[in-house]
């Protein structure tokens, strides 16, 4: 079993809205209501890609498991130099070691454009995920009580942060 990364293709959308409806439905990953369209997806991704961020996917047998990206972490022109992550795996793939392989990659090219800080926001309930990060050398920096709502509960914001070196 290898995996392979590649640049996103249009033809992988269907896919990737697949990875993120069955997390929007199941699970506090995401803080999204409503399920993606394809359409909205599309949309998101050319938005990034157009803004020069990179969208990964990684395959095996070149069929797609798992993605990644990162964009502005906020708007404001001093923040240039700072990308917030998103790394997804299909559900039935974990623990093949993909998530470890995108991050990696999103890494690199964060250093390859001269990026100096990569932020990761991640769902308090999901300490596998803060335990996948501190693998990276991403550190905790901070707690946001109370920041979602979903499935009638509050959740908190784990921000965890790597220093690109």
């Given at each position: 079993?290898?995996?392979?990364?590649?640049?996103?293709?249009?033809?992988?959308?269907?896919?990737?809205?697949?990875?993120?409806?069955?997390?929007?439905?199941?699970?506090?990953?995401?803080?999204?209501?409503?399920?993606?369209?394809?359409?909205?997806?599309?949309?998101?991704?050319?938005?990034?890609?157009?803004?020069?961020?990179?969208?990964?996917?990684?395959?095996?047998?070149?069929?797609?498991?798992?993605?990644?990206?990162?964009?502005?972490?906020?708007?404001?022109?001093?923040?240039?130099?700072?990308?917030?992550?998103?790394?997804?795996?299909?559900?039935?793939?974990?623990?093949?070691?993909?998530?470890?392989?995108?991050?990696?990659?999103?890494?690199?090219?964060?250093?390859?454009?001269?990026?100096?800080?990569?932020?990761?926001?991640?769902?308090?309930?999901?300490?596998?995920?803060?335990?996948?990060?501190?693998?990276?050398?991403?550190?905790?920096?901070?707690?946001?009580?109370e920041s979602g709502f979903k499935f009638e509960r509050w959740l908190h914001s784990v921000i965890m942060q790597l220093i690109l070196k």
């Amino acid at each position: 079993m290898e995996i392979k990364i590649r640049p996103y293709q249009s033809i992988d959308a269907e896919t990737i809205v697949a990875i993120l409806n069955y997390y929007i439905a199941n699970s506090t990953a995401l803080y999204d209501y409503e399920l993606r369209t394809l359409e909205q997806q599309q949309s998101i991704f050319e938005e990034k890609l157009t803004k020069g961020f990179p969208v990964i996917v990684a395959t095996i047998d070149e069929r797609v498991v798992g993605f990644g990206y990162y964009s502005e972490f906020r708007f404001r022109e001093a923040y240039k130099f700072t990308v917030e992550h998103s790394v997804y795996v299909m559900p039935n793939e974990h623990g093949k070691g993909i998530g470890k392989v995108i991050l990696q990659n999103l890494i690199d090219l964060a250093k390859t454009q001269k990026l100096h800080t990569m932020i990761a926001v991640i769902d308090h309930e999901n300490q596998s995920s803060v335990a996948f990060h501190e693998q990276f050398g991403f550190a905790t920096v901070g707690i946001i009580k109370e920041s979602g709502f979903k499935f009638e509960r509050w959740l908190h914001s784990v921000i965890m942060q790597l220093i690109l070196k």
